[in-house]
């Protein structure tokens, strides 16, 4: 489980630099999205299933259609289509691939070999636990995240909007 656990972290720390380093946005979000997976699997690794499910539901899953959906909304005209269609060549899937089929890997290995000895200390996590987290002294936290996710949403929309102009005669 120790090594399940630095390589999903290494595996994080490769991903995250791939989102930073990365000019174009749709490649960015692929690594983050490989970058949040890899979380997951470090919640998997220290024994915290229902932790490393949320991340992949919510934050994987959820946020990140988020992100693609306010992206393909500010719609950048024609020639950002072109530029789109050469930017998704296969080679650009070859980092974000390899990254994911490793963690790929690595969910097996950990799912399947129940290693006794594991060196890493951990306590299950229940749902119930984190949703007395959640709702009880956090609540005004979570309410405030989720309305400045919505503010951010209409934000880049209003601000990625094109006016169509009406054709004067």
């Given at each position: 489980?120790?090594?399940?656990?630095?390589f999903?972290?290494?595996?994080?720390?490769?991903?995250?630099?791939?989102v930073?380093?990365?000019?174009?946005?749709?490649?960015?979000?692929?690594?983050?999205?490989?970058?949040?997976?890899?979380?997951s699997?470090?919640?998997?690794?220290?024994?915290?299933?229902?932790?490393?499910?949320?991340?992949?539901?919510?934050?994987a899953?959820?946020?990140?259609?988020?992100f693609?959906?306010?992206?393909?909304?500010?719609?950048?005209?024609p020639?950002a289509?072109?530029?789109?269609?050469?930017?998704?060549?296969?080679g650009?899937?070859?980092?974000?691939?390899?990254?994911?089929?490793?963690?790929?890997?690595?969910?097996?290995?950990v799912?399947?070999?129940?290693?006794?000895?594991?060196?890493?200390?951990?306590?299950?996590?229940?749902?119930?636990a984190?949703?007395?987290?959640l709702?009880?002294?956090?609540?005004?936290?979570?309410?405030?995240?989720s309305?400045?996710?919505?503010?951010?949403?209409?934000?880049?929309?209003?601000?990625?909007?094109?006016?169509?102009?009406?054709?004067t005669?």
């Open positions: 489980m120790e090594f399940a656990f630095y999903a972290a290494g595996v994080a720390v490769a991903a995250t630099v791939g930073v380093t990365n000019t174009n946005p749709v490649h960015a979000l692929l690594y983050l999205i490989v970058s949040l997976l890899a979380v699997m470090v919640f998997f690794a220290l024994g915290a299933p229902f932790a490393g499910a949320l991340e992949i539901i919510v934050y899953g959820a946020i990140m259609v988020l693609v959906f306010v992206v393909m909304m500010l719609n950048l005209g020639a289509a072109e530029q789109e269609r050469k930017w998704l060549t296969p650009i899937w070859v980092g974000p691939a390899i990254l994911s089929a490793l963690l790929l890997g690595q969910l097996l290995y799912l399947l070999n129940h290693v006794s000895d594991a060196h890493i200390g951990h306590t299950t996590v229940e749902a119930k984190v949703g007395i987290s709702f009880g002294p956090y609540l005004l936290a979570v309410e405030l995240a309305m400045l996710l919505l503010a951010a949403l209409v934000a880049a929309y209003h601000l990625g909007r094109h006016d169509a102009k009406e054709p005669a």
